[in-house]
């Protein structure tokens, strides 16, 4: 089984971003399980969101302590929340900053950064940067195609809007791919 | 047909599929999602049914109450706070013998105010007189809904059905799920057919008040046509299992108890998490297995017993309750131990995961080692600074 633990803000998309990595992963033949932590949710507060991936029934239904992947939406959370704790040896973490990282991640780790702000500003034309990862993630970990995200996206946004968002999951994804 | 989606609205979705008449609810978290949907379905006509708006939770059962005296099938859904409010109600629905069913999307109780999963609201109510189901997943948690009519309606039971599923840890939880169609539910659930309803031109009255001579017998028959549902869950889940290959016919589940050494009882999406950890504990040598309890009311005394009783190779079990009856024990230990009365195997009763306390299988395996070294009957995983 393989996890991921979305850190984000409440209104960045963490909860939806996690549904539709899920429903991606499960075109993809695979189970998935997607949760949120469950908070009170509110505009600005950190929050965080869960997917498990595997090729057998999930059953286990603890929060995710132990993630193989980790997104992390916005990089100011990393000084006030241990963002990085428990990541797997081997892992990958993405985070959103156009920064060069200023943070230390633990050993072992792979670090991908990239400025999903300004992308999803390009594409969206607003800072939401949920979409935009989500291109990074598939790109990053293979656990999802890019074909099942294209569709997750039709699915939950109509039209321009749709189109839009995969705007910036492609962009999110060719320059992760191009990075590699 | 197997789908991804959220627990509520896979909920949704079977209640949709079948077919109430009449919906009545109030929005309270983690319900809410379940009667947006339905809301959702009636007004664009995916629905024929009438959706009743009220004020409260009091009045959405009570809309129940009418309806579902007036013979058509009726469907409710809340959680904590909201089934609070309707304590009078169920009982009134319970006596008057009407098989409405409700969703609890489980959520503990205030004070203080939580809006997270354990069992309080829902076990509070045990004395009621309703069916109590409770799933480990999605998929039962859509399933249990067409049991539920089925049994509730069956005439030999006429009473209302809980189908409790974690607040939060399902209900609000994207996973796969076999979906049923329309075909199949009608093949599954007959349309309902009370042998009493209000009538205008063939009057009867519900609830008249019972004088002593006769109350007694009311509540006698009650209890027993909630005992004789334990064969009618049987027959609808074989019946269920032969058109779907789901089989809810046991009212509790046994995982790996064959030669179980510690056996942990346990309801609810908390099992998936155990099954886990015994899987873990197994591989390590450990012989221990968990006894699943499906549905709490009636309570599976008798499947308990033939489980554990006879069983030689049982030296402890370990009760795990997300729900307490305060002053005494979790409700479930306190039900085990009635249905093991002469047993010698000790029952160690653990209350855990309250208020949305999250459980992690070492969670599980620690109150396992708590067992062998005897010690229960107990808080777990309380913060140092109460102790």
């Given at each position: 089984m393989r996890e991921l633990r979305i850190h984000g803000r409440g209104g960045q998309g963490s909860v939806t971003a996690a549904e539709l990595i899920a429903v991606a992963a499960f075109e993809g033949g695979v189970f998935a399980q997607a949760f949120p932590a469950f908070g009170v949710e509110r505009r600005g507060a950190?929050?965080?969101?869960?997917?498990?991936?595997?090729?057998?029934?999930?059953?286990?239904?603890?929060?995710?302590y132990e993630p193989d992947y980790i997104i992390v939406q916005d990089s100011t959370l990393i000084k006030d929340v241990n963002v990085f704790l428990g990541v797997k040896p081997g892992g990958i973490v993405i985070v959103n900053t156009e920064k060069k990282p200023d943070f230390k991640i633990p050993e072992g780790v792979k670090l991908i950064t990239i400025d999903a702000t300004s992308i999803a500003l390009k594409a969206l034309g607003l800072p939401i940067t949920n979409t935009t990862l989500m291109g990074a993630f598939a790109a990053a970990t293979g656990?999802?195609?890019?074909?099942?995200?294209?569709?997750?996206?039709?699915?939950?946004?109509?039209?321009?809007?749709?189109?839009?968002?995969?705007?910036?999951?492609?962009?999110?994804?060719?320059?992760?791919?191009?990075?590699? | 047909m197997m789908e991804i989606t959220e627990g509520?609205?896979?909920?949704?979705?079977?209640?949709?599929?079948?077919?109430?008449?009449?919906?009545?609810?109030?929005?309270i978290t983690p319900q809410t999602h379940i009667v947006e949907a339905l809301a959702d379905f009636v007004a664009n006509g995916k629905l024929d049914a009438e959706y009743i708006n009220v004020e409260n939770e009091f009045s959405a059962l009570s809309?129940?109450?009418?309806?579902?005296?007036?013979?058509?099938?009726?469907?409710?859904?809340?959680?904590?706070q909201g089934l609070a409010l309707?304590?009078?109600?169920?009982?009134?629905?319970?006596?008057?013998r009407l098989p409405i069913v409700m969703s609890i999307a489980n959520r503990a109780l205030g004070a203080p105010l939580s809006i997270w999963n354990d069992m309080q609201d829902s076990i509070s109510l045990r004395d009621a007189g309703w069916l109590q189901f409770y799933a480990e997943d999605n998929q039962e948690a859509t399933d249990l809904h067409y049991i539920a009519y089925r049994v509730s309606e069956d005439r030999k039971v006429l009473l209302p059905s809980f189908v409790c599923f974690d607040g939060f840890i399902l209900s609000h939880t994207y996973e796969?799920?076999?979906?049923l169609t329309q075909e199949d539910v009608?093949?599954?659930?007959?349309?309902?057919?009370?042998?009493?309803?209000?009538?205008?031109?063939?009057?009867?009255?519900?609830?008249?008040?019972?004088?002593?001579e006769y109350y007694l017998e009311f509540r006698y028959e009650h209890d027993k046509a909630l005992k004789d549902a334990r064969e009618v869950i049987a027959k609808a889940g074989k019946e269920f299992a032969a058109l779907f290959g789901r089989d809810y016919s046991a009212m509790v589940e046994g995982?790996?108890?064959?030669?179980?050494?510690?056996?942990?009882?346990?309801?609810?999406?908390?099992?998936g998490t155990i099954k886990d950890s015994i899987d873990e504990m197994r591989a390590e040598g450990k012989k221990v297995g968990l006894l699943r309890i499906r549905v709490f009311r009636p309570f599976p005394s008798e499947d308990i017993t033939k489980f554990i009783k006879s069983a030689t190779h049982v030296k402890r079990i370990a009760v795990l309750d997300k729900n307490i009856s305060l002053g005494a024990k979790g409700a479930t230990a306190i039900e085990v131990k009635d249905a093991l009365y002469g047993s010698t195997v000790p029952v160690w009763n653990y209350i855990l995961g309250l208020g949305g306390r999250d459980v992690r299988k070492k969670d599980i395996k620690e109150i396992v080692v708590l067992a062998e070294k005897g010690q229960g009957d107990q808080f777990y995983g309380l913060r140092k600074e109460v102790l």
């Open positions: 950190p929050v965080q969101a869960f997917v498990r991936f595997d090729n057998k029934k999930i059953r286990k239904r603890s929060q995710v656990e999802i195609q890019f074909a099942a995200l294209e569709n997750a996206l039709k699915h939950r946004f109509k039209g321009e809007l749709a189109t839009r968002n995969i705007a910036a999951a492609k962009t999110a994804f060719d320059f992760v791919k191009g990075a590699a | 509520s609205h896979a909920v949704a979705e079977a209640v949709r599929l079948c077919r109430p008449q009449v919906v009545s609810a109030y929005p809309a129940c109450v009418g309806a579902s005296a007036a013979g058509s099938r009726t469907y409710s859904a809340t959680t904590s309707m304590f009078e109600v169920c009982f009134n629905a319970a006596g008057m796969p799920v076999d979906m009608d093949k599954y659930l007959p349309k309902f057919n009370p042998p009493e309803r209000l009538d205008a031109a063939d009057p009867v009255s519900f609830g008249m008040y019972a004088t002593p995982y790996k108890l064959e030669d179980a050494e510690t056996v942990i009882v346990a309801m609810g999406s908390i099992c």
